[in-house]
């Protein structure tokens, strides 16, 4: 079936460096993506989020871009820092009657000092 | 508010015991959902529910039952715990689907971490 996934596992930055975390989704129905935050130990927690009718969306520090013409999808991270170390998840919402999100397998980030 | 709480923390099964995992949310969301985590993996959907007394199947429902017999809680229960259902259980709430741009936005517990042997 489809899926969301992500080019790389592991992506190690130095701190001060931007980040870019990819995903790619294979579902042309999914008309909302959203990325989530896993620290350690932790659950998830939201960072920024795109419709389907927009390209670009920024937040604090973050940036999120959507390419519906080749289903890609990343995240920005603007002066990485050691807090930022955590592993990123995407996920996509196909437009239906009760909301359920399919979720990519993870990039960790690791951010040295 | 406490946002979305989940008990207990860890848990230590033997294969074939029985538990209840409680889910609990006050921020009056009608969505409530109960994942797995398995390491290298991504969120796999268990069950979830759109609303008091309602409750859907989700990817990997095999083993797992719920309820929902008050808005604020999301029970999952597992009757006969095997090996295979070792991971971490994350539970999320959502609100409605109105016109709000954040509709979609799930919101995740701590999570509890379920080792059966």
């Known amino acids: 079936g489809e899926s969301v996934g992500l080019h790389l596992p592991t992506l190690s930055v130095q701190e001060g460096d931007n980040s870019i975390i990819n995903c790619a989704y294979s579902n042309s129905a999914s008309d909302y993506f959203i990325w989530y935050k896993q620290e350690s130990g932790k659950g998830p927690q939201f960072i920024i989020d795109i419709r389907s009718n927009m390209d670009k969306r920024q937040g604090q520090r973050v940036t999120v871009l959507l390419n519906k013409t080749v289903k890609h999808l990343s995240l920005q991270i603007a002066a990485t820092q050691p807090g930022d170390s955590a592993v990123y998840f995407c996920?996509?919402?196909?437009?239906?009657?009760?909301?359920?999100?399919?979720f990519g397998k993870g990039t960790m980030l690791l951010v040295s000092p | 508010n406490a946002g979305v709480t989940q008990t207990p923390k860890f848990r230590v099964l033997k294969t074939g015991q029985s538990m209840t995992l409680l889910c609990a949310q006050d921020?009056?969301?009608?969505?409530m959902y109960w994942y797995r985590q398995d390491p290298g993996m991504g969120l796999r959907l268990i069950h979830y529910?759109?609303?008091?007394?309602?409750?859907a199947k989700g990817e990997v429902p095999d083993g797992y039952n719920v309820s929902r017999l008050k808005k604020q809680n999301f029970l999952l229960g597992l009757e006969s715990a095997a090996p295979s259902q070792t991971s971490v259980y994350f539970c999320?709430?959502?609100?409605?689907?109105?016109?709000?741009?954040?509709?979609?936005?799930?919101?995740f517990g701590p999570g509890t971490r379920l080792l059966v042997l």
């Open positions: 996920a996509e919402n196909i437009k239906s009657g009760y909301s359920t999100l399919t």
């Open positions: 999320a709430s959502k609100d409605e689907m109105i016109e709000t741009y954040h509709q979609e936005t799930q919101y």
């Open positions: 529910s759109v609303g008091e007394g309602t409750t």
């Open positions: 921020m009056n969301h009608e969505y």
